[in-house]
């Protein structure tokens, strides 16, 4: 079945460091990609997604390029600031076909940004 | 535009009994979707409902029950509740079948006492 493995945290930078935060997938068919964000206490919101192979996915500094060769969809930013401090999620969507039509979650990476 | 709404945002309730939990989604959206956040075991696939059918169910035991209504909102039942239902649970939705892009509420805390 399909599955996305995400870096295990909780990772911990200074505010305006470069961020990474790795996510790789397996899946059958040609799925779509998203990265979500959860802000303490709150819900899921979607931070950006890729539909298809190269599509770069890019929202308030954070960016993702779909890699079909590698199965890789990895969050980057170039400097992250406290207010980025959140709960990470990757997650894929297969295209539908009869009842398999929901997302699949990586485990999720907790990012803390220091002052 | 409203995104989806979720009602209680905070409940208590005691070991065995029931909770009705509640989802608006988005308006045009026809398919709604439940998940659930347990602490430590990430988000988990509840149900999916689209055009008043459920149309896949994750791997939960019946009492976890659900429908969705003309107006495509929702309901999430959980009977017989146990201490480990204390969770979040996340309601979203998205256009139809062909609607890549799910949008999640800011979900129903459920504690069990």
């Known amino acids: 079945g399909d599955s996305v493995t995400q870096m295990e945290g909780p990772v911990t930078l200074s505010e305006e460091a470069f961020l990474t935060i790795n996510c790789t997938y397996t899946a059958t068919g040609y799925p779509s990609l998203f990265w979500y964000v959860q802000y303490p206490g709150e819900g899921l919101q979607l931070l950006l997604k890729a539909t298809k192979a190269d599509d770069k996915g890019s929202n308030k500094g954070f960016e993702a390029t779909y890699r079909k060769e590698t199965t890789s969809f990895h969050l980057e930013k170039g400097s992250v600031q406290v207010s980025d401090s959140a709960v990470y999620f990757c997650?894929?969507?297969?295209?539908?076909?009869?009842?398999?039509?929901?997302?699949?979650f990586g485990s999720g990476t907790q990012l803390t940004v220091l002052p | 535009e409203a995104g989806v709404t979720q009602s209680p945002t905070h409940l208590i309730k005691t070991r065995g009994q029931q909770v009705t939990l509640r989802c608006s989604p988005i308006s045009g959206h026809t398919s709604v979707y439940w998940y659930q956040q347990a602490l430590g075991l990430g988000l988990q696939f509840l149900l999916w409902y689209d055009e008043g059918e459920e149309r896949n169910r994750g791997n939960f035991p019946p009492r976890f029950s659900g429908r969705q209504f003309p107006n495509y909102s929702s309901e999430l039942n959980v009977n017989a509740l146990e201490l480990e239902d204390s969770a979040l649970y996340l309601c979203a939705s998205s256009w139809g079948t062909r609607g890549n892009t799910i949008y999640f509420g800011e979900g129903s805390w459920l504690t069990v006492v």
């Open positions: 997650a894929l969507s297969t295209p539908p076909s009869g009842s398999a039509r929901q997302l699949t």
